[in-house]
């Protein structure tokens, strides 16, 4: 492990290691919000925590910089948390411990929670410097953004000061975002019944297992498994030729992660075993060649297992028949911006277990009609399954600004800083820019941020360079604000 207060800039990562001390899943940031708005009012700075727990910290300006434009820097506390099968870790109670490796800190076992804890973290090094000029600024620190954007939602219009905004909660350095997806999270729920298990039936648990994962904005045209769809899938080959009884399915762990493993209780007659093995066998070579260069890490595994009751097979038919039709992945390509995903959907956690079938579809789009649209597809989907279909947690996408003088602002600091032009991009990730524009209507915003891997999965890492480089522009960007009109 590393000492990452000892890192460099320390101004940055002495802030980054308090938040890998001091859990923050999402729903449960309240400990290091209060935490962190004592610290901050320790320092004589002014604190606001909202109707919807977001925290606030305004600090002035430093002399002579009085008139400049106030400016909002934006993260949110909370962290994805994921961790590997056998991975002892409880996000509530335990700290992230990374490790230094070839110039990045990774969480080896777990996320680390730079997205979006390096930005955060940046924030605060800004609210307690003593030697970067800047104007008015207020830090934003907002709750529950992966568990679907419920500070943004809830942040109340008028309470903001500031007339530009700096989200710092993009992972490729060098790169400047100006517009991102918005989305809507389908949840379906069905009752089934159950009947006895046949006489002379094995149970087996089957599981899917070794894929990467991912961030389900960013990573989803990456074309990596699904391990939810991936079991289905093989449920249903299975089924094809064997009185295949399902148990229980369990299957990802988070709405906006690409689903990593998955399990499978089953049954069917004992007279199959050696059939359903060598069906196994034969699946995960062929899932191997399909996902060559991607995702060959793919395994399938069976073991014992024990059980007295299987799903009434007229709602096993029904339910898996939905989750095998139910889309996943890239639904449309933008034809505005080149080479970014405009629609798309992820079926990230399945349940089914207990008398229930609970599953979380994620639709993203940078279009707000194509949002809706696919959203509807799948409530009709599952609605013919006989499925409740609730939308949960809407947001609007953020649209592109190519005009924004904040835009310009940073390209032109960007170049000055470090001699090289700087890229533009869309994200298909959802921001918490679109929300925030939206109660925010004149608010200038660009999102920038060091570059990240594996944000949402096991093995997360930043790199530790581009982190002093984001520190470096950050601070040249505040200083070179232009006066209030």
């Known amino acids: 492990m590393v000492n990452i207060a000892e890192l460099q800039p320390q101004a940055v990562w002495e802030h980054f290691q308090t938040l890998c001390e001091i859990p923050r899943p999402s729903k449960h940031e309240q400990q290091l919000r209060d935490y962190l708005k004592g610290w901050a009012e320790l320092r004589g700075l002014q604190t606001v925590v909202d109707g919807a727990g977001n925290l606030i910290v305004r600090k002035p300006a430093t002399p002579g910089y009085e008139n400049r434009v106030g400016v909002v820097l934006q993260g949110h506390l909370d962290m994805v948390c994921q961790a590997n099968a056998g991975t002892e870790h409880d996000f509530f109670k335990d700290p992230v411990r990374p490790v230094l490796r070839d110039g990045w800190l990774v969480a080896e076992n777990t996320t680390l929670g730079a997205d979006n804890g390096i930005g955060v973290a940046m924030g605060l090094a800004v609210l307690a410097s003593e030697d970067i000029p800047h104007g008015p600024v207020e830090v934003l620190m907002t709750l529950d953004e992966e568990a679907g954007m419920g500070g943004a939602l809830g942040l109340e219009a008028g309470l903001l000061q500031g007339s530009m905004m700096i989200n710092i909660d993009t992972e490729e350095w060098g790169e400047f975002y100006m517009g991102c997806a918005g989305g809507v999270d389908v949840n379906v729920t069905r009752d089934y019944q159950t009947t006895e298990l046949p006489a002379a039936y094995a149970v087996s648990a ?20 699904n391990a939810n769809k991936i079991l289905v899938r093989l449920l249903r080959e299975l089924q094809a030729d064997s009185d295949l009884r399902l148990i229980s399915f369990s299957g990802g762990t988070a709405r906006n992660a690409l689903a990593r493993e998955a399990q499978a209780v089953v049954a069917y007659p004992q007279q199959d075993a050696a059939n359903v093995a060598a069906r196994l066998d034969a699946f995960q070579s062929l899932l191997r060649f399909e996902l060559a260069g991607v995702d060959e890490g793919v395994t399938l595994e069976l073991a014992a297992a024990s059980a007295s009751q299987v799903l009434a097979i007229e709602d096993q038919q029904a339910i898996l ?24 959907n992820n079926l990230g956690v399945v349940r089914v277990e207990g008398g229930k079938v609970f599953a979380n579809l994620m639709v993203r789009s940078l279009l707000d009609s194509g949002t809706w649209m696919l959203a509807r597809e799948v409530e009709s989907l599952f609605g013919l399954a006989g499925f ?33 032009k700087s890229g533009v991009q869309v994200i298909h990730a959802g921001l918490e820019c679109g929300i925030i524009g939206s109660k925010y209507p004149d608010m200038d915003m660009v999102s920038f941020g060091p570059t990240i891997r594996g944000a949402h999965a096991p093995g997360e890492r930043v790199e530790v360079e581009s982190v002093g480089k984001a520190w470096q522009l950050l601070k040249a960007v505040l200083a070179a604000m232009p006066e209030r009109r």
């Open 206 to 225: 089957l599981s899917v297992r070794g894929l990467k994962g991912g961030h389900s904005g960013a990573d989803i045209h990456l074309g990596r498994g």
């Open 321 to 344: 028949a939905a989750l095998h039709a139910a889309p996943h992945g890239v639904k449309r390509m933008s034809q505005r911006v080149s080479g970014v995903v405009e629609t798309s």
């Open 388 to 420: 409740a279909v609730e939308m949960e947690g809407g947001y609007p996408g953020w649209a592109p600004n190519p005009q924004s003088p904040l835009l310009a602002l940073f390209q032109q600091v960007y170049e000055r800083e470090f001699a090289a």
